[in-house]
């Protein structure tokens, strides 16, 4: 088991964000036309914007299913949940309100959620096919053993992204509307199945 106390120090964690402080600063940066994260630009402020609402829409809309509720239940020790993200991040706004929801199931859990660019070091430890892709989602224990990671998106969504990159035949923002309306179809079933079948590993490695 991967010990990661050493991307998490102290200080780090204390600057973490809660989920509500993260819905604040998105607002905030709304309203200050801008993002958060080392670029800025209009493109990403309208991301921002876009994704301000489909978390609002999502933190009212999102069930867990029962299935997943039972394998959360049987979780019984302290463990933080950190989540690597930036509020342009489409796939970060479309999966980070089902994961809040599912651990807010359980009382052990602790969500704290961390902006990448802030966070270089931790960041490049969880890379993706060697890119700093978000959202990425990291459980430890309260000795900071990590229990699992996911991200940056549903197998599905990635098997597009995947295409596109290797056929890019439309504009890139075109191609983010179609990951938006693969996420609206999906209804957060992925991520459900995903994280389902990553908490049931972590529950048999600890013969629990």
């Known amino acids: 088991m991967k010990n990661a106390a050493h991307l998490f120090p102290y200080a780090v964690t ?3 964000y809660s989920y509500s402080d993260y819905m604040e600063l998105m607002e905030k940066v709304v309203l200050e036309n801008r993002t958060t994260g080392l670029k800025q630009s209009e493109d990403l402020n309208h991301y921002t914007r ?4 489909r978390m609002q829409r999502l933190n009212k809309k999102v069930t867990v299913n029962e299935d997943l509720k039972k394998t959360i239940d049987r979780f019984q020790f302290p463990q933080t ?13 479309q999966n980070i309100p089902s994961i809040v929801a599912l651990a ?22 969880y890379l993706t096919n060697g890119g700093r892709s978000i959202p990425k989602l990291i459980a430890v224990d309260e000795n900071f053993n990590e229990l699992f990671t996911w991200g940056p998106r549903p197998s599905g969504a990635q098997e597009m992204l995947k295409a596109y990159q290797a056929n890019p035949v439309k ?7 179609d ?7 999906d209804k957060t079933e992925s991520i459900q199945k995903e994280l389902k079948e990553l908490l049931e590993g972590v529950l048999i490695e600890n013969k629990f």
């Not at 876009?50 to 609402?53: D, F, I, Q, T, V």
């Not at 807010?104 to 430890?125: C, F, G, H």
């Not at 504009?171 to 509307?177: K, R, T």
């Open 14 to 16: 204390e600057k973490a």
């Open 50 to 53: 876009l994704n301000l609402s």
């Open 81 to 93: 949940w950190f989540i690597l993200t930036e509020a342009w991040c489409g796939d970060a706004a």
């Open 104 to 125: 807010s199931l359980n009382p052990q859990i602790t969500v704290k959620l961390l902006l990448r660019d802030e966070n270089p070091e931790i960041m490049d430890a």
């Open 171 to 177: 504009p890139y923002m075109e191609f983010a509307e």
């Open 179 to 185: 990951i938006q309306r693969w996420y609206i179809s």
